[in-house]
C-alpha cells in the first residue's frame, strides 16, 4: 500500500470520526459472525464452498434449538462465512489501517475419532482486490470429545474482507464426522489513543462510508498515475 494511499485511508477515517455525531458513544467490540448456533437448522450466513453439510442438535437455550456443524457424508467438506468488513459490518477502516483491531476467534471442535475423521477451522482475511493477506488456522484434530481452540491476533491493515471456514474430512465410515459448534469472531480496539483519534469500531454512517470508498478510488488512481510518471 502506496504512502499516498495510507496518508488518505487516515485522512478520511479522522473526517469521519468527526463528522457522525453517533461516535459520541465508543462502540469497542463487534462479532461478525452471524447464526454461528445454526439456530433451529438453519444455514443462513453460510455458503458451501465444498463437499456437503449436516447439523445436529447440540443444545437448546431459551427454546431455540442450537445445532453443531459436521461434513454431511462428503469425503471433503468446507463452508465459510464471509463479510466485508467495511461495507457490511461498518468496521472503521482507519482503525484497521492503524493496525488498531483485534480479532479473537473462538470454536469447538470434536470428530469421530474412531474412523479417524478429522476438522478444522481458519479464519482468512482479503484485501480490497480479493487477495488473501493473512490467514490463521487452528490445525487439524481428531479426537472424541469436545475442545475449546482460540486463535488471536491483529487485523491486518490492509484487509477489508475476512472469511470464517469449516473444514471436515472423512478418513473411512460413510459419514463425514467432523464437528463444529459455535464459531465466533470477535473484533475490539483496546487502544484508547487510536478511539480517540479514529473514533468508534463501528462507524454508523453510510453516506461517509461511501465518501470513503470515492475517496480511496481517487487516492488509488492518484498513486498509479504517480508511479506512471516516475516509470517514464
Do not use: C
Not at 469436545?146 to 487485523?155: A, L, M
Not at 491486518?156 to 469449516?166: E, F, K
Amino acid at each position: 500500500m502506496s504512502n499516498l494511499i495510507k496518508k488518505g485511508i487516515v485522512a478520511l477515517a479522522m473526517l469521519i470520526g468527526v463528522s457522525s455525531p453517533a461516535m459520541a458513544e465508543l462502540i469497542v467490540s463487534k462479532e461478525l459472525v452471524t447464526n454461528q448456533y445454526f439456530e433451529n437448522g438453519s444455514y443462513a450466513g453460510w455458503s458451501q464452498v465444498s463437499g456437503s453439510s449436516a447439523l445436529r442438535r447440540y443444545t437448546t437455550v431459551d427454546g431455540v434449538n442450537r445445532y453443531y456443524w459436521l461434513g454431511g457424508t462428503s469425503g471433503y467438506s468446507v463452508i465459510q462465512s464471509r463479510k466485508n468488513m467495511i461495507y457490511d459490518e461498518s468496521i472503521n477502516a482507519g482503525l484497521i489501517g492503524a493496525g488498531a483491531v483485534n480479532f479473537d476467534f473462538n470454536v469447538l471442535l470434536n470428530s469421530w475419532s474412531g474412523d479417524s475423521d478429522r476438522v478444522l477451522a481458519k479464519v482468512a482475511f482479503y484485501d480490497h482486490s480479493g487477495a488473501l493477506t493473512a490467514q490463521y488456522n487452528t490445525g487439524w484434530t481428531s479426537r472424541n470429545s469436545w475442545g475449546q481452540y482460540t486463535i488471536s491476533g491483529t487485523v491486518p491493515m490492509d484487509a477489508v474482507s475476512v472469511s470464517v471456514l469449516l473444514y471436515a474430512d472423512r478418513k473411512s465410515g460413510t459419514n463425514n464426522d467432523g464437528y463444529v459448534y459455535a464459531p465466533s469472531l470477535n473484533l475490539s480496539v483496546t487502544d484508547q489513543v487510536a478511539l480517540d483519534t479514529y473514533g468508534s469500531l463501528v462507524v454508523n454512517a453510510p453516506a461517509m462510508l461511501g465518501a470513503v470508498s470515492i475517496g480511496l478510488m481517487g487516492l488509488s488512481g492518484a498513486a498509479g498515475r504517480r508511479r506512471k510518471l516516475k516509470k517514464d
